[in-house]
């Protein structure tokens, strides 16, 4: 099946500083979304990204889809302790628009 | 917008035991239904999807069996539990992306 790499696995930062985890795939993408699983939470659904070159931002949120819609990433601008969470990317399986692979994810810490 | 049902929050089951975890969807009509299961508070690994009623496709070999009796009702089944059966479970519905219900935190002892 599909299969998608996303590091960092972990990121530490200060409060204010940025922070970016990307996703990377062997095989040309329909689309990619990205998630957001707060500690103790379920997967919220941020965004989906489906043209070549592709960038959209939600506020201090900046997602970009590569040229050759085999990766992407999301990044963060001055991070808040309410960005605090674990961010995953997942991409369609099996050749199947409505099945998802996920990403292991990146946790994200914030030091206050 | 869609509302996903998921219950019990947490239940602690013993070896052996059986297991239903239900989710039911509001807010829309014939949705695309999938359990997952995510270990360690990490990946999430699809068990089971269904495209509509009594449409079940298992995606892992395992000790678990789905069914989908009504429209918008999803069944996560177990006739004799494994301590590898904990985990955190979780439903979703597909709409623009998916939308998950709030997850059963099982653990088998």
């Known amino acids: 099946g599909q299969q998608v790499m996303q590091i960092p696995q972990y990121q530490h930062v200060q409060e204010g500083e940025d922070f970016t985890t990307y996703c990377n795939s062997s095989t040309t993408l329909s689309n990619i979304q990205w998630y957001k699983q707060r500690p103790g939470g379920h997967p919220v659904f941020l965004i989906q990204l489906v043209k070549s070159g592709e960038v959209k931002k939600q506020k201090r949120l900046t997602f970009q889809f590569g040229e050759a819609k085999k990766n992407s990433s999301l990044h963060i601008t001055a991070t808040q302790t309410t960005d605090v969470g674990t961010y995953f990317c997942a991409v369609p399986s099996g050749g199947s628009n409505y099945k998802l692979t996920f990403g292991k994810g990146t946790l994200l810490t914030v030091n206050p | 917008s869609q509302t996903i049902h998921q219950w019990p929050a947490t239940l602690v089951q013993p070896v052996g035991s059986p297991l239903s975890l239900e989710c039911t969807v509001e807010?829309?009509?014939?949705?695309?239904l999938y359990w997952y299961r995510q270990a360690a508070g990490r990946g999430l690994q699809l068990l089971f999807y269904s495209i509509g009623i009594d449409q079940i496709s298992s995606e892992v070999p395992q000790n678990l069996s789905a069914s989908r009796p009504q429209d918008r009702q999803f069944i996560l089944s177990s006739k004799k539990l494994l301590l590898s059966d904990s985990g955190f479970y979780l439903c979703a519905s597909e709409s623009i992306g998916y939308t998950f219900g709030s997850g059963t935190r099982l653990t088998v002892v």
């Open positions: 807010g829309t009509s014939n949705p695309n």
